[in-house]
């Protein structure tokens, strides 16, 4: 193959120079190494990568192999063929047109094309060298002669006068063959060291990309999160801001209701004054006692008897004194307790207080769900177990969905399985740390899920969730939703917006916590206990099918 031929074939088709560092890709092509990792990393981003020769496509970022033997083609070319053109030396002799010499020689100072060489080098005193301009550097300076060795002693070049009569005469000497090609081997023992600190730089380079890829993936995550969160926070801030203002002016708006109230009072006993005022400036004895509205002046316990006359209103304990009745007309002693304990209470209104209790509860579940959200990051498996599954339960393979089945499922009897309700625990138990886990509830309108110990009954009807002291549940019937612990059910005020249900345990803190994973994410209710043993999963599905979603666990 002629020169030029072979020189096409080691260009790389990126610089369109001669290899350097060559590397192989799995399509068969070769190009320098800068060259190829410049090349994909403009392809980064943009859903995979190519060749930019043929164009084959790679999904993933293609890994780099060494191409060893064109690599050392391309070393045996370029020291066969030094680059003439590049070196701007031309022959001394080709006068009329520029020919690129290939050689020059140092006694005689001039430099050959192929032409001229083949009659220059019939006489063996010639010294030739690469073609170069500066002959002069390759002289010795003090004796004009041509270099020829090397002083060990002093590390430089010297003629054979510098060793025979110069001042680096008796020094130890070597030929510049010999002392080239020590420092080349030298020069390759640290190019070995440096190719082998460059492919570790690779790695770690790969390994920080590969890393960088999974960060913003996560980052993508976690942003969602952080947005979803804050949107709640502001959600929830407005929320509660709305709550104390009207905590707020609803004390004042109570006070002005009582005052509404009692002016109204005021009115009535103004009217019950003028009426006794004129009964009292009567003179016919008889119209007075035959008054019919007498007994509506009396506000007394038994002022509900409309048979009472007007004995019965002024009775006394002896029975005697017609007069002395007079005060139980005005008595308002009895009837003025309740309005007193209203009027001392609001007079005496901790109105702060009630503020700062506002306050401190809607805080308290807002830092609850930043807690939430800051050891949670994503889901696990959580599975059912079967071998506590009531008969008229059915398991799905992958054991996430629980259905109820019409057809007895014929499960043998062991003291781990429902004998009563159509229950299922988890395999998991949970007896420490931060967990959470999701079911969609969208395949039923009637079911109850939520947490209990592993010493939760399995027959009778103190087995289903929440009619024990050792469990706690969210629980749907039609459109009404309750929480339910120890046989006392809570109704929630909203129904659910979404079907599906996250159940998040803080098993330190003691706290079961429901979500409506809305969006944003709305807390339903959180249950606060001490707990005395494990905690299961567990699920009571009378009709429809409930699954699991996920889970996770962040000790």
């Not at 430099?111 to 060489?117: I, Q």
Request: negative net charge.
């Amino acid at each position: 193959m002629a020169s030029g031929d072979l020189r096409a074939e080691l260009e790389c088709s990126v610089c369109l120079n001669i290899y350097t560092d060559p590397v192989i890709l799995r399509c068969g092509h070769n190009f320098c190494r800068v060259c190829i990792d410049r090349v994909l990393d403009t392809q980064e981003g943009s859903g995979g990568y190519s060749c930019p020769e043929c164009r084959e496509k790679f999904p993933d970022r293609p890994a780099l192999h060494r191409n060893i033997t064109l690599r050392n083609i391309v070393e045996n070319f370029l020291s066969a063929q030094p680059d003439r053109e590049e070196s701007g030396v031309f022959c001394t002799h080709c006068v009329d047109t520029p020919v690129p010499a290939v050689r020059s020689c140092l006694l005689c100072e001039v430099s050959l094309c192929d032409k001229h060489l083949r009659v220059h080098k019939n006489s063996p005193e010639h010294i030739l060298c690469d073609p170069t301009l500066s002959m002069e550097s390759r002289k010795c300076s003090v004796h004009k002669k041509i270099l020829e060795y090397y002083c060990t002693e002093d590390v430089t070049c010297i003629c054979v006068s510098c060793c025979m009569i110069g001042e680096h005469k008796g020094h130890e000497m070597e030929s510049l063959d010999e002392a080239s090609e020590k420092k080349k081997e030298t020069l390759r023992n640290v190019l070995q060291k440096l190719l082998t600190m460059r492919e570790e730089m690779e790695e770690r380079v790969q390994s920080l990309q590969e890393h960088r890829r999974k960060v913003e993936e996560e980052a993508a995550g976690d942003t969602e999160r952080v947005t979803v969160l804050f949107r709640d926070l502001r959600r929830r801030l407005e929320d509660l801001e709305k709550r104390v203002l009207k905590e707020i002016s609803g004390r004042a708006e109570r006070i002005s209701i009582f005052i509404r109230d009692l002016e109204i009072k005021k009115e009535e006993l103004s009217r019950k004054m003028r009426h006794i005022e004129e009964l009292c400036n009567m003179t016919d004895p008889l119209t007075v006692l035959q008054e019919s509205d007498t007994g509506d002046l009396c506000d007394t316990e038994d002022g509900d008897d409309e048979e009472s006359d007007t004995g019965d209103l002024c009775d006394t304990e002896d029975g005697d004194d017609e007069e002395s009745d007079t005060g139980d007309l005005c008595d308002t002693e009895d009837g003025d307790n309740e309005d007193r304990e209203r009027y001392e209470e609001l007079l005496h209104d901790g109105g702060g207080l009630d503020v700062a209790g506002v306050l401190h509860t809607g805080l308290s579940d807002i830092i609850t769900e930043v807690n939430v959200y800051s050891y949670i990051q994503g889901a696990a498996d959580i599975l059912l177990d079967v071998n506590t599954a009531h008969n008229n339960l059915l398991i799905s393979d992958d054991r996430k969905t629980v259905s109820k089945s019409d057809i007895n499922q014929n499960h043998p009897k062991t003291p781990e399985r429902f004998q009563y309700c159509s229950q299922v625990l988890s395999s998991q138990s949970f007896s420490s740390g931060r967990h959470y886990w999701e079911v969609d509830v969208g395949g039923s309108d009637r079911w109850r899920v939520g947490m209990c110990y592993p010493s939760i009954e399995r027959g009778g009807g103190e087995s289903v969730i929440g009619r024990n002291k050792m469990s706690w549940g969210l629980d749907r019937d039609g459109n009404q939703y309750w929480v339910i612990h120890d046989n006392n059910k809570i109704p929630l005020p909203t129904n659910l917006s979404s079907n599906r249900v996250r159940i998040y345990l803080d098993y330190e803190a003691g706290r079961i916590s429901f979500y409506d994973l809305c969006d944003p994410i709305r807390h339903l209710h959180t249950f606060t206990t001490t707990f005395t043993e494990p905690l299961h999963a567990v699920l009571w599905v009378p009709k429809g099918c409930i699954k699991i979603c996920g889970g996770k666990l962040d000790m």
